[in-house]
């Protein structure tokens, strides 16, 4: 409930004061974002670790948190201080900000994701009478969206040992070689016919 206090001055020099209340609910309405961790085949993986900033640079830890399936609410009491505020109680409009995730750990046997997800808050406040609370009712709206969706889904590519890359050369080479030496037969045995047929 807020109060207004009126002060009025009496003609005795006594003061009279009037009040007059006005009754006032907040209420808020807030949004999530899912950070799915998949691997190339889409099968959820474990054990990624993921990291909120409040800047681009990497400078500001909103939180960190580990998951393959997590969310990010701006009911999270670590998001709360990032929200885009209003300056009073009956500020009213829109606000805006943004929040940058990286993972920051990938899953035992992976190589890390280095792309930095946008996350786009957007506050709207309005106020209206509401008969039912027969109060004024101020309501804020959080909306979260990311280029992703509703949903980021972070992919992982399997990390490669040396032997698996010395070996997928090798089958590159040893490719081309044999390729080179079919190349070399067909045009020794067509020059042979060619020589045979004179």
């Known amino acids: 409930m807020t109060t207004t206090t009126y002060t009025l001055t009496i003609e005795d020099d006594s003061t009279l004061?009037?009040?007059?209340?006005?009754?006032?609910?907040?209420?808020y309405v807030d949004d999530q974002v899912e950070v799915v961790k998949v691997d190339q085949?889409?099968?959820?993986l474990n054990g990624a670790e993921f990291t909120l900033y409040a800047d681009d640079?990497?400078?500001?830890?909103?939180?960190t948190f580990t998951a393959g399936h997590g969310i990010i609410a701006t009911s999270d009491e670590e998001l709360l201080?990032?929200?885009?505020?209003?300056?009073d109680d009956v500020?009213?409009?829109?606000?805006?900000?943004?929040?940058y995730l990286k993972e920051t750990k990938a899953p035992d046997?992976?190589?890390?994701?280095d792309s930095v997800y946008e996350i786009h808050v957007k506050a709207t406040r309005a106020t209206d009478w509401n008969e039912e609370h027969d109060a004024y009712v101020t309501t804020t709206t959080y909306e979260l969206t990311s280029d992703e969706g509703d949903t980021i889904q972070v992919v992982n590519q399997k990390k490669r040992t040396i032997v698996q890359i010395?070996?997928?050369y090798a089958t590159n080479v040893m490719t081309w070689v044999v390729l080179l030496i079919v190349a070399a037969a067909a045009i020794v045995f067509i020059r042979r016919r060619q020589?045979?047929?004179k």
Request: net charge negative.
């Open 17 to 27: 004061t009037v009040s007059n209340a006005r009754n006032r609910v907040k209420e």
């Open 109 to 113: 046997g992976y190589n890390s994701d």
């Open 57 to 63: 640079h990497g400078n500001e830890v909103i939180k």
């Open 166 to 168: 010395l070996t997928g």
């Open 81 to 87: 201080e990032y929200l885009p505020a209003f300056e």
């Open 41 to 44: 085949s889409k099968n959820e």
């Open 195 to 197: 020589n045979a047929a």
């Open 91 to 99: 500020d009213e409009g829109e606000l805006e900000t943004t929040f």
